[in-house]
């Protein structure tokens, strides 16, 4: 009754994969293109495991992952960027995704005293400061609260900002991998605030993180009521620990810094708190040598996530352009894309939900034959914003604001696919 | 009797809401606002006061409202010199920040650079940058040392506060003694040194209804590689192309 196959077949499977690992680049477009004379495909005349026996039963992973094919589809990070891991980011594989989803383990980190191992049954969320009376919030209470469900990205404002000075990091995970774009659910702000009874006077909050870092943010109370979520949710399951759990801020359209994690108390004020993260960093300074401060909003931006340095083209013929697009001030109307480095300009095809300070994703289905391309996008929004290059940015800002780099990138694509992080003039 | 009467008011504001989105009228009256308002109901109006939540009590907010202002607002009891503050930053900082506050590895600098705001290679360090001496002690006391926050006294935070204010000669007398009523008073160099976002006026011509199209300039060049940089992690061989 022995189910094992003869040792002929195992070995020819052997001899097959190691084949395939060598020559899996070679092999896929033979195949495409099969024809008179053209060897049979073995990955068809061959029977293969998973086509004869049994796979995993249920519960094998009672939380699913990735297949292990997939497993180069991580968040990387860039070691020499910062101090300790536990300050530190890590950067979404942007050339790895499509739709406009980021899925929930590949959403960025940001941590300034690392991840934060909450309990929720021990999260209190406490509203103090100019209010009629300080109350305290449980997670249970918060869950009994009117919810929202809301899509929004989430851009840190040091995403490209090591390109303030030229092309320095050759692949859009890392240039542009500060982003995420996930739906949460929560309650809206102006809920939690009803429930304390904002002052008349209250013209800013501070919200303040449960973290080692104890992360402190001030926030305009216009910008409260209108449209902050308090979020337990993103992409309908709990938030992970490394985004916020079991709380978090989520500020539609303004930089990362503001969405404080693990949110654990919020106060009200006449007057901003000038907290190091709003002083000493997410300041952008001009070249004059004085700074802008509460550069809140997120300008339009767009990047190609395909090809890019980490996705080059491989085939000549039939491709897919794609990528993604933003604006914190509301809507992405039109994305344009070029191919010859800004001189000719077509509309891309924005395809999937278009939604208010969302990512949109866009394509260009287009034939190549091999001459080198370089690619670029940009971004218009709602209110007419267009996305600057990077030289008309600089112009006004200088190099040295290392916040708000919203320019125009640049990838070249070379007569043999590979694709790389370029600056032009 | 009165549960019931509110539930038929609510349903008449439901129907309020929901009749001129379908109606012929809607077109009218309001064109864009909201076809997929229109596919849900109107929730009933929810009471604003939800009765979740309790107050919180004078200790649970003395315990954590621990932040401080530019007005001082915040600022606890304690006092501290930057005399006491060097023996202290040379117990818990100078691993990470060095003994002179040059910074080790990538851990930041925290003196100097005064007057570099506009040079190729700015330093922004507490002195040069920070336009608040009170920002100074609500980092310290809320997140340092690092690994291990809130292990402070308040005149410890104090203490530290003034070393690094005298180390950027903004406190020049190392005896002088930071408190409650004196921190906020202090003038930081840079302090006249921000402005509010204007971008919406200094970048108008990013609002621009017509951007090019066709032709637009000359044929561009490339000035610059991230591969002559390499400094990317895992870099990897380029594909085979068909």
Known sequence: MSEKPPSDILDRRRFLGAAGLAGAGALLPLAAKAGEGAKPDPAITELQDWNRFLGDGVDKKPYGVPSKFEKDVIRRDVSWLTASPESSVNFTPLHALDGIITPSGLCFERHHGGVADIDPAQHRLMINGLVDTPMVFTMDDI?????????????????????????????????????????????????????????????????????????????PVSKALDDVLIAFAMNGEALRPENGYPLRAVIPGWQGNLWVKWLRRIEAGDMPWQAREETSKYTDLMPDGRARKYTFVMDAKSVITNPSPQAPLKFKGRNVLTGVAWSGRGIVKRVDVTMDGGRNWREARIDGPVMDKSMVRFYV????????????????DETGYVQPSKAELRKVRGVNSIYHNNGIQTWLVHPDGVTENVEIA | MSRSLSLIAGLAVAALVAVPLTGAIAEKAAPKPAKAVATQPAPPPAPVKLGLGRPALPEEVHAWDTDVRPDGLGLPPG????????????????????????????????????????????????????????????????????GNARSLTADEAYALTAYLLNMSDVIKDPDFELDQSNLAKVKMPNADGFYLDDRETSEKQFWNKNPCMKNCGPAPKVIGRAIAVDVTPDEKAGPKVD
């Open chain 1, 365 to 380: 289905d287009f034939d190549w034959n091999g001459e080198e391309l370089m690619l670029q996008s940009r971004a218009i």
């Open chain 1, 143 to 219: 869950r009994r609260m009117p919810r929202v469900n809301k899509v929004y990205f989430l851009e840190c404002a040091a995403n490209s900002g090591m390109e303030w000075r030229g092309a320095q990091l050759n692949g859009c995970q890392f240039t542009h991998g500060m982003i995420h774009n996930v739906m949460y659910t929560g309650v809206t702000l102006k809920t939690l605030l009803d429930q304390a009874g904002l002052k008349p006077n209250a013209k800013w909050l501070m919200l303040e993180g449960a973290d080692s870092a104890g992360m402190n943010r001030s926030l």
């Open chain 2, 79 to 146: 006092k501290g010199s930057a005399k006491q503050g060097d023996a202290l930053f040379q117990e818990k900082c100078s691993t990470c920040h060095g003994e002179f506050g040059e910074g080790v590895g990538r851990y930041p600098v925290l003196s100097g650079g005064l007057g570099s705001l506009t040079a190729d290679r700015p330093d922004k360090t507490v002195g040069s940058y920070w336009p608040d001496a009170t920002t100074v002690y609500d980092y310290i006391s809320r997140a340092m040392p690092f």
